[in-house]
């Protein structure tokens, strides 16, 4: 059964400091993956996708992602947060459906 | 921008009431989804659609029903209202295959008293 886990529910980083949020990720062939933003009140965007070739994707906003097959993780990045980044984050994985992790907020303090 | 609304945007009703939102879609997307969101449980999927009359159930389909008609519409009903039903939902569409990237509503917030 496909599945995806983001095993921290809430990060706290300070404003120009890097960060790294963790997906993993439970599918039995090639994965597609993805990773969305929301702010409040506001619905899913996009930040990036990975669907083959170059393990390391490069999304909007200055995000990154790279996909490691071995550890079934696809763990998005961002060398130095801005205060506007705050937001929750969910990594999805797309099968025969798209199958969505419970999602980390971030904060992101002065 | 997919081109993607949903109305009403905010409603109120009472237990044991239908409620029917809507989805629109401008750009003829044959995949359409309608999702819940609720705290500690991320995006859930209540029911999907390929195609004109063409629907599927999802994880949390049971208390709601869907109809498309026309292509650029995805109504989700629920029968009979209920207070776990109380969430934000949203409508999402694919371009190309089921496998793509989805695009999002902005989401109606439903509040069952």
């Known amino acids: 059964a496909q599945s995806v886990t983001q095993p921290d529910i809430h990060i706290t980083v300070s404003e120009g400091a890097s960060l790294e949020l963790r997906c993993n990720y439970s599918?039995?062939?090639?994965?597609?993956l993805f990773w969305y933003v929301q702010s409040p009140g506001q619905g899913l965007q996009l930040l990036l996708k990975?669907?083959?070739?170059?393990?390391l994707v490069q999304g909007i906003k200055g995000f990154e992602a790279e996909f490691k097959r071995s550890q079934s993780s696809f763990n998005l990045r961002k060398p130095s947060v801005h205060w506007s980044d705050a937001a929750e984050y969910f990594c999805?994985?797309?099968?025969?459906?798209?199958?969505f992790g419970t999602g980390t907020s971030l904060t992101v303090i002065p | 921008d997919a081109g993607i609304t949903q109305s009403p945007r905010h409603k109120v009703t009472e237990t044991g009431t239908p409620v029917t939102l809507r989805c629109h879609q401008t750009?003829?997307?044959?995949?359409m989804y309608w999702y819940r969101q609720d705290p500690g449980h991320g995006l859930r999927l209540i029911h999907y659609?390929?195609?004109?009359?063409?629907?599927d159930k999802g994880e949390v389909s049971d208390g709601y029903s869907v109809s498309r008609s026309k292509t650029e519409d995805f109504l989700l009903t629920l029968e009979s209202a209920t207070s776990s039903q109380t969430s934000v939902y949203f409508c999402?569409?694919?371009?190309?295959?089921?496998?793509?990237?989805?695009?999002f509503g902005p989401g109606t917030r439903l509040t069952v008293l």
């Open positions: 750009e003829n997307h044959r995949y």
């Open positions: 990975y669907f083959s070739g170059d393990t």
């Open positions: 999805a994985v797309s099968g025969n459906q798209f199958y």
């Open positions: 999402a569409i694919t371009t190309g295959t089921g496998y793509n990237e989805q695009f």
């Open positions: 659609s390929y195609g004109v009359k063409d629907t």
């Open positions: 599918y039995g062939a090639t994965p597609y």
